[in-house]
C-alpha cells in the first residue's frame, strides 16, 4: 500500500511562485515515477507533470514547460513542483500520484498512475 500526502498550496498573487511537495509512505517508494495533476472546478483532471524513479526523465504539460518543475529526493521519499510566475488559470488543487510500471507509454493520462493524494488547494490571486 501506498500513501500520498500532498502539501505547499495556498494563495499566491499573479506572478508569484509556490512549491509542493508529496510526500510518500509505503515500500519502494524510489522504484516508481510520480506525476502531478491538477483539477479546476467544473474541468477534468489534467496532467502537470511526471518524473521516472531516478529522476533522469521528466514529462511537462505544453501549460507549464518553462514555468513549472518537477523533482525528486528519494531519500525523503518526496517528489516537489517548482510553480513559478503563476497565472490565475493554474489556480487547482493539484494531485500527486504514483505511476504505474508502464507509465511512460501515457504519462499524461490518469489511468497510468494507481495512487493519488487527496490534493492540496492552489490559488492565484490577479
Known amino acids: 500500500q501506498v500513501q500520498l500526502v500532498e502539501s505547499g498550496g495556498g494563495l499566491v498573487q499573479a506572478g508569484g511562485s509556490l512549491r509542493l511537495s508529496c510526500v510518500a509512505s509505503?515500500?519502494?517508494?524510489?522504484?516508481?515515477?510520480r506525476g502531478w495533476f491538477r483539477q479546476a472546478p467544473g474541468k477534468e483532471r489534467e496532467f502537470v507533470a511526471a518524473?521516472?524513479?531516478?529522476?533522469?526523465?521528466?514529462v511537462y504539460a505544453d501549460s507549464v514547460k518553462g514555468r513549472f518543475t518537477i523533482s525528486r529526493d528519494n531519500a525523503k521519499n518526496t517528489v516537489y513542483l517548482q510553480m513559478n510566475s503563476l497565472t490565475p488559470e493554474d489556480a487547482a488543487v493539484y494531485y500527486c500520484?504514483?505511476?504505474?510500471?508502464?507509465?511512460?507509454?501515457?504519462?499524461?493520462?490518469?489511468?497510468?498512475?494507481?495512487?493519488w493524494g487527496q490534493g492540496t488547494q492552489v490559488l492565484v490571486s490577479s
Open positions: 518524473i521516472s524513479w531516478n529522476g533522469g526523465s521528466t
Open positions: 500520484a504514483k505511476g504505474e510500471p508502464t507509465w511512460y507509454r501515457a504519462a499524461e493520462a490518469p489511468r497510468s498512475y494507481d495512487y
Open positions: 509505503g515500500r519502494t517508494f524510489s522504484t516508481y515515477a
